[in-house]
């Protein structure tokens, strides 16, 4: 089972928008529709933030939000803050050999 | 509030064995899968290793199949994984994951992450 895709890096101003997509196959992502989202700072665990595709946890903001359409998922961030700037990972069910596959992740730079 | 405390990683020789033990605490371990997930240095998630609740039914990635043990004690609620045989390409944190069932796509997701602990191979 591959990795899902992700842009390396995505950037933005203060206040921006932005999108990370995460791109995976009729075999995942496009089969389960069941991806999750994840926020990891340096030397942190990784934080879940958005599950089944557009869920968001309690006390994650209402700025993160997913969607998902065919084989890729996406997470928006709206109004860029500069404690947004993390990785980010997608992650989506895959079956019961593998389980789950995570995203190649992506680096988001608030300029 | 679901905790996982990881615990038992180091510096090993290639060729060497570690075993990691995950503990939980806050919620009703009994009724989660479990993983393994690594991170190697500068790295990307790989997930290793999952167990189900309670048949413990186990699964591995090929690259630590026949390597790695999952195991779980769930009257302790405890997660272990055994490591033989370890390779420089071992070395990463690890982390364990509380696996959430979602009924309405019938599949498993990360819901919480332990601190992680770090396995250096070398």
């Known amino acids: 089972q591959s990795a899902l895709t992700q842009p390396a890096s995505v950037s933005g101003s203060p206040g921006q928008s932005i999108t990370i997509s995460c791109t995976g196959a009729?075999?995942?992502?496009?089969?389960?529709?069941?991806v999750s989202w994840y926020q990891q700072f340096p030397g942190k665990a990784p934080k879940l933030i958005i599950s089944e595709v557009n869920k968001r946890p309690s006390g994650v903001s209402d700025r993160f939000s997913g969607s998902i359409s065919g084989n890729t998922a996406s997470l928006t961030i709206s109004g860029l803050q500069a404690e947004d700037e993390a990785d980010y990972y997608c992650?989506?069910?895959?079956?019961?050999?593998?389980?789950?596959?995570f995203g190649t992740g992506t680096t988001v730079t608030v300029l | 509030q679901a905790q996982l405390v990881e615990s038992g990683g180091g510096l090993v020789e290639p060729g060497g064995s570690l075993r990691l033990s995950c503990a939980a605490s806050g919620f009703t371990f009994s009724h989660y899968y479990m993983s393994w997930i690594r991170q190697a240095p500068g790295k990307g998630l790989e997930w290793i290793s999952y167990?189900?609740?309670?048949?413990?039914?186990?699964n591995y990635a090929d690259s630590v199949k026949g390597r790695f043990t999952i195991s779980r004690d769930n009257a302790r609620n405890s997660l272990f994984l055994q490591m033989n045989n370890l390779r420089a390409e071992d070395t990463a944190v690890y982390y364990c994951?509380?696996?959430?069932?979602?009924?309405?796509?019938?599949?498993?997701?990360?819901?919480?992450w332990g601190q992680g602990t770090l396995v250096t191979v070398s």
């Open positions: 009729s075999s995942d992502v496009g089969t389960y529709h069941l």
């Open positions: 994951a509380a696996d959430k069932y979602y009924s309405q796509s019938g599949g498993y997701l990360p819901e919480s």
């Open positions: 167990i189900t609740n309670s048949n413990g039914y186990t």
């Open positions: 992650c989506s069910y895959v079956g019961y050999v593998t389980l789950y596959v």
